[in-house]
């Protein structure tokens, strides 16, 4: 009676703490559902337009580090992710490429309107561990014509083309990306973008008529990778005659290029 009695007491303890650890489950797993969702790469989600985590905030702002890459008016430093800092004008008698292994120190202005830039307003340059050179100064706080304001990112729609023939994929939409590689031209001229199918089978070309100093500026910032997302205006087809001896399809200026 006694050994009975020593397993029922023992079969109710353990079936409290069965039932107490899947309340503990279950309240954890409440918990994580009710948890916001992450904000995805590139800010698609609603959200400020200020990344908080690089510690910018709107107005004038000192920020650090050693320039990574630089071309005409745009130029990049690590330290400072997702943000591309501005000149308006000449760096010490010279574009932003002048300052590419520098380490900087820059005022900049953020505006919430553009977000991912900074103007810039001073850039320092350091010469040793304890002197720093001016070599930027300016009052100037507009970004520059040619910056390409990512939230007009969805303006721009992935095209679908499977055939080099069907115009109606490309013609009168405008706008458009595809993700592509930079390849030279027909007999060397200037360059295109190709663009493959699932398998990897080259579908077609576009002539790049002309580029951006920013698109130009991420093509460099995406330079060990090879391929990524073109962002272009489109413009004439390529006669269909013609499409079959280099497929290419039509010309684009390209405003933008990207990882998505």
């Not at 380490?103 to 202005?109: M, S």
């Not at 990524?228 to 290419?248: A, T």
Request: charged residues 25%.
């Amino acid at each position: 009676m006694r050994l009975r009695a020593n397993s029922e007491s023992a079969a109710v303890i353990l079936g409290f703490c069965l039932l107490s650890f899947f309340l503990i489950v279950s309240g954890t797993a409440a918990c994580k559902q009710a948890a916001p969702p992450a904000a995805t790469a590139g800010g698609r989600q609603a959200a400020s337009p200020e990344p908080a985590a690089a510690g910018i905030k709107e107005g004038l702002n000192d920020v650090a580090g050693t320039v990574k890459i630089g071309l005409g008016k745009y130029f990049y430093v690590p330290t400072i992710q997702g943000f591309d800092i501005a000149i308006i004008g000449q760096v010490d008698g010279g574009d932003a490429g002048r300052l590419v292994d520098k380490e900087v120190r820059v005022k900049g202005e953020f505006n919430r309107e553009k977000p991912n830039l900074l103007i810039a307003q001073t850039i320092d340059v350091k010469e040793s561990a304890t002197q720093w050179k001016n070599v930027y100064t300016t009052t100037d706080k507009a970004s520059p014509a040619d910056y390409f304001d990512q939230k007009t990112r969805g303006d721009y729609l992935g095209l679908k083309i499977t055939n080099i023939n069907k115009s109606e994929d490309w013609e009168g939409k405008g706008k458009g990306k595809v993700l592509g590689k930079l390849v030279p031209g027909a007999n060397s001229q200037g360059f295109a973008i190709s663009f493959a199918d699932d398998k990897g089978k080259e579908i077609g070309k576009i002539i790049i008529d002309s580029t951006t100093e920013f698109a130009n500026y991420y093509i460099k910032k995406l330079r060990l990778f090879d391929t990524f997302w073109f962002y272009f205006n489109i413009k004439e087809s390529v006669d269909k005659k013609l499409r079959p001896k280099n497929k290419e399809l039509f010309h684009a200026d390209v405003v933008f290029a990207g990882l998505y």
